[in-house]
């Protein structure tokens, strides 16, 4: 027997995709693109489906992570700023803003009803901050021991 497999395309962003992730128990992607949006997509029933655009980014999303529930995602941008949003309500929750060039990643760490931990990598100066809730100042720092460069 040969199974065919079928290759959905559609026009997915009016620039390029640089992140995506899967919303876990749900058939349901988010993609991240230059044009400074995130779309989430329904895969479900061999179709693809754009069911809503988040907005606001002044740069590309160059980053993007679902919590394990699939209740949240987060995304950093070009822009230097994090932004934590519900899926089901399809709404900004929470904004963070790094120095510029200091947030090129963001994942989860733990999420209880009580409080949502986000880890985020820096740029240029090769760190990484870890936040809580809705503090905007980091609750953790990590650095790195980077010997000084000196041009002549």
Not at 53 to 73: E, F, N, Q
Not at 101 to 130: C, D, H, L, R
């Amino acid at each position: 027997m040969v199974r065919a497999n079928t290759l959905l395309k559609t026009l997915a962003h009016d620039e390029g995709v640089w992140a995506t992730a899967w919303v876990s128990g749900h058939s349901q992607l988010l993609t991240g693109s230059v044009d400074e949006s995130v779309k989430q997509w329904q895969t479900a029933d061999e179709k693809l489906e754009c069911t809503h655009t988040y907005t606001g980014h002044a740069l590309g999303v160059i980053s993007l992570d679902v919590d394990p529930s699939g209740t949240y995602a987060v995304c950093s941008s070009l822009d230097s700023m994090i932004r934590v949003f519900g899926i089901e309500e399809k709404s900004v929750k929470h904004m963070i803003e790094r120095q510029p060039t200091e947030s090129w990643g963001a994942a989860f760490g733990s999420v209880t009803p009580e409080s949502t931990q986000i880890a985020v990598a820096g740029g240029s100066k090769g760190q990484a901050y870890t936040y809580r809730g809705s503090n905007e100042e980091p609750q953790l720092e990590l650095t790195l021991n980077l010997p000084q460069v000196c041009f002549s």
